[in-house]
């Protein structure tokens, strides 16, 4: 054998498939890796899943927010054909509005009041929300819009008509 030549099984610098002995090294993730890229993905599912669910509430809004605008119309074309604003919701014309009282996917609840001035000569139609919308933020629970389009709550304040 040549002075130069080395045994097979010998490790070289940097070798890292053998271990002493000649024994191959298993190949694979430790349970230490496998244990924190799991408590990664876990906080990363935490985080995804509470901003989803923020934004889902708030395009639920919309949902209310559009049939308020609906009855607020259908109000006004009412007392241009009968000279008074009605609170019958679901009654078809000429005695209501013909309209339903539960949004088009069920998040809000619609009720119709005469204003301050009576239901003669002002209305305020208020949109509730009901079920898993009621977990949204404690200021857009409730819209009111009037007869001469005061909304509330607040949009400056609260963000909640965007």
């Not at 139609?125 to 009037?146: E, F, I, K, R, S």
Request: include cysteine.
């Amino acid at each position: 054998m040549h002075s130069n030549s080395r045994p097979f099984d010998a490790r070289r610098p940097g070798d890292r498939s053998r271990v002493p002995g000649g024994r191959r090294r298993a190949a694979g993730f430790t349970l230490m890796e496998i244990l924190i890229a799991v408590a990664i993905v876990g906080i990363l599912t935490a985080i995804a899943v509470g901003s989803y669910r923020k934004q889902s509430l708030r395009a639920n809004r919309t949902d209310g927010r559009t049939l308020l605008m609906q009855i607020q119309l259908a109000e006004q074309k009412f007392y241009l054909q009968n000279n008074t604003f009605t609170t019958d919701i679901t009654d078809a014309p000429p005695t209501g509005l013909g309209m339903a009282t539960t949004s088009p996917r069920g998040f809000y609840k619609l009720t119709v009041a005469g204003g301050t001035a009576g239901i003669a000569t002002s209305f305020v139609v208020t949109a509730t929300a009901t079920g898993t919308q009621t977990q949204d933020d404690p200021n857009c629970l409730t819209y009111t819009v009037d007869d001469a389009g005061t909304r509330t709550p607040d949009d400056t304040a609260t963000g909640c008509w965007h």
